[in-house]
């Protein structure tokens, strides 16, 4: 969900080594010195992403794994450590002891969310990375849940080393505003992301597609856009009059897992439009997206990525309206933001 720039160097300093040229010990352990960079990432709710914010590293898991898919070690992450086999969140530049000496891969999970699986030594790394986080979990850009894995190579002498860029499954619309032509009045009642995953399991695999053209179901506590989502994956709103253009206080965003590009349905009620009033609900159909800079279109919402749709670039007009969500689409053009959450700009194709 584009490699976010986190880098982490691992020299592996032991006694010995075997005839493969694998670092090796007396005990049959090595001692890790890892150095972590920060990844890079965005925001999801209030102002508008800032290429190149540093992620938090509240919580995670470190995974040394077998060549067999077997865990064997961890070691968690938090801002308290207390326990044996615990990191700091502050100081991620340590020294690891013992790491047993048939770990061939290392793994970091950051950020968990509300996952609840915890990885234990012994266990299947497959199978823990098959558990989900959820979509309402991914909402703000400081802590989304990235993971990564690399292998220990030899580096030198009695060293190996693994170097880690994190990803992400998440994916990011920003919307700046919105603005009306040949309207004569009207409200907006709410935005809502049509077609999103509820959840993705950590190695990537999305879970619960939600998607319906059925009106009724437009709105808060229905069975796609249940209350948990709300903000997440729609808004409502109770009077947000048509003038020139309706704003937010900075923008509307929705953090999502990475597929295939989703709908933005815009719910309108109370409108009236050269002299001709409507019936309740109107909706307008943002069906895809085309890259500004290349006017290319975007098929797929890429992880680590932010599609924003600037200032101006989404005009309605009475003519892109209908009864029924999902109908008489038009498009719009986006910028892009790419890996360290760069931002893409996406604009309306009319």
Known sequence: MAAM??????????????????????????????????????????????DGTEIEIEDGYLCFVSAGGVITDVYTISDAPTADKNISNE????????????STKVYMIANTGSLSAVPAAGGSMATFLNNTMAVADQSTYTTVTCVDEADLLPAGENKKSAAIALETKVARIQIKDMTFSGFDSGKVAGIFINGFYTAMELDGGATGLQTST?????VAGSTVFTDPLQSYVYDTFADKNIAASVTPSAVWGYNLFASTTPQIIIKLTD??????????????????FKDADTSEPITDLTGGKIYTIETGALVLKPEYLNPEPGVTPFDVEVTISQAEWDETVVVPGL
């Open 5 to 50: 720039a986190l880098a982490s160097i691992m020299t592996l300093a032991s006694c010995s080594t075997d005839e493969g040229g694998n670092a090796t010990s007396s005990n049959g352990n090595f001692s890790v010195s890892i150095s972590f960079k920060n990844a890079k990432t965005t925001r999801a709710e209030g102002p508008a992403a800032i």
């Open 91 to 102: 100081d991620l530049n340590t020294t690891i002891q013992n790491v047993p000496s048939s």
């Open 214 to 218: 059925d009106k009724t179901e437009y």
């Open 271 to 288: 409108v009236v439009a050269g002299g001709q009033t409507y019936s309740d609900p109107q909706f307008v159909t943002v069906n895809g």
